[in-house]
DNA sequence: CGTTGCTTTGACCGAATGGTCAAATCAAGC
DNA sequence: GCTTGATTTGACCATTCGGTCAAAGCAACG
């Protein structure tokens, strides 16, 4: 019963582009902002022939977001209780830094569901987000309690990373405008700045 | 030839409700998911009598628009070069953080205006926001080569600061979604945790 | 080459949207 | 209470939007 099994070659390539078309503009404009001529347009097909593929708009949005959270908390479920503390934290950063460089668009559609107040995916967010950052919270703090690392809220922090990395991608536009042209990749400084950020933070001090 | 001065009780009053409502709906929905009638009930005005007020739906956003970078940009402004430098950092956290807790409503209306890569103040961000913290930058670099600071990059510090302090304005149903009801406001802890974050980072080591 | 099923399109529809306008209502000073 | 100007409204308009549908085009296979 894979729902990919019947597709035709056609079929694949054009659900392909109309998706990519969908988290360009969705990604840019907002759910409502977005218009199927946009997308149909940017997918290089005709309005009707687009909803041939897809029976409406919503059920656009509705894919592009379905595999989104899951990948979204992939470098998070991937922090391991064994390894290194700093090192995982740090790992964690760098993986999430990685994402909003290769996948900008996906990271803003994100924020532009969270401001729109989360209407499609707060079930998820409540459910299993909280669920998977409680998991990881507890193993932060208990990383605090043994001093191996600096006592930190792991809330807070994991806020932080999220904060942090994705502003490269959300807020992409004024990072640019900013640095201005000769400065025109951010990315590496920046994972070098993370990195001292939270080394400095997590590195267990002289304890008093 | 002020503006406001031929202006009667009434429409003082209703100017204010329509850009209360504008605020609320345009920060949700973006410019182009807002619409007239949205706004036009959160003023508890009809659609026309809002357009006797304003021209037209533009002309709201961009008086909402118009103010909001210069009060944005003021906590950087007071970031004093006289002044001991990490308490002049970390005040600057604070104060942008205490922006976010209490004007919740424009940091996401500007977080729209850039997702959706800043067609109405794109030009102020490569002109005056560049050149203040182009100036402030420069500040901080001195500091740094003073050794009053530890040595980081001023503008990827700037940028995590406006991305963590904003977090929790712009992705407020997030946070509230995996703090739970029991840690409803976010802020003391966050406040809290965010100095911890930039001491660390800022305050000298054992030069080697 | 003809049939069958997949794909594409032009024409169309109802609803929503931004905006206009003339007429009605209201407030305030005389 | 009457007049004048500010305010409010209902009716209306053009455009855009999401979506439908029947018919046309096309590819593949016998």
Chains 1, 2 share one sequence.
Not at 165 to 193: I, K, N
Request: proline share 5%.
């Amino acid at each position: 019963m894979d729902k990919t099994a019947t597709r035709t070659r056609i079929q694949t390539k054009n659900r392909q582009a109309i998706l990519d078309a969908g988290l360009a503009v969705f990604s840019q404009q907002g759910f409502r902002g977005a218009t199927l001529d946009q997308i149909a347009k940017a997918a290089g097909l005709s309005r009707p022939n687009l909803l041939y593929y897809f029976p409406s708009k919503e059920a656009i949005h509705v894919v592009l977001l379905a595999g989104l959270l899951d990948t979204w908390l992939d470098p998070l479920r991937a922090l391991d209780a064994g390894g290194n503390p700093v090192d995982e934290v740090l790992a964690y950063v760098r993986r999430k830094l990685e994402l909003s460089r290769d996948f900008p668009r996906e990271s803003r559609l994100f924020a532009n569901e969270i401001l729109q107040g989360a209407p499609r995916i707060g079930a998820a967010l409540s459910g299993e987000l909280k669920e998977l950052v409680d998991e990881k919270a507890a193993v932060i703090r208990g990383w605090a309690a043994a001093g191996q690392i600096a006592e930190v809220d792991p809330y807070h922090l994991i806020f932080s990373i999220w904060a942090m990395t994705q502003h490269y991608a959300d807020f992409d536009v004024q990072v640019h405008a900013v640095l201005g042209p000769e400065r025109a990749d951010p990315y590496p400084s920046a994972g070098a700045y993370l990195d001292t950020l939270f080394r400095s933070l997590l590195t267990p001090r002289n304890v008093t």
